[in-house]
């Protein structure tokens, strides 16, 4: 299994940018996709951007789509998340994941390795 520890969390006004980290650990190589995660008090966890090691291919949110850009770096085994242009709504608990069934890429249940989260919160 993958270990994941997300960073980069914070507070920060609307029209802010913010830039998440997940570093992997572990049997990374049983996650050839990794993706983000957010959730909201009292919502379900939704997706927000995905990554797929072998050739940089992305996935995007749809209210997400030109704010976010998802990247990672092979040699640190990190996946970064970059926010742009955040809104009140993006506020939530940002959690990276790994993929590990083969359900479609934006369903939580495709995901089987978790970090632990962190907050965003972007003030009006």
């Known amino acids: 299994q993958v270990q994941l520890v997300e960073s980069g969390g914070g507070l920060v006004q609307a029209g802010g940018s913010l830039r998440l980290s997940c570093a992997a650990s572990?049997?990374?190589?049983?996650?050839?996709?990794m993706g983000w995660f957010r959730q909201a008090p009292g919502k379900e966890r939704e997706f927000v951007a995905a990554i797929r090691w072998s050739d940089d291919s992305t996935y995007y949110a749809d209210s997400v789509k030109g704010r976010f850009t998802i990247s990672r770096d092979h040699a640190k085994n990190t996946v970064y998340l970059q926010m742009n242009s955040l809104k009140p709504e993006d506020t939530a608990v940002y959690h990276c994941?790994?993929?590990?069934?083969?359900?479609?890429?934006?369903?939580?249940?495709?995901?089987?390795?978790w970090g632990q989260g962190t907050q965003v919160t972007v003030s009006s």
């Open positions: 994941a790994g993929r590990e069934r083969p359900l479609d890429v934006m369903s939580p249940r495709a995901y089987g390795s």
């Open positions: 572990g049997r990374t190589f049983s996650s050839n996709i």
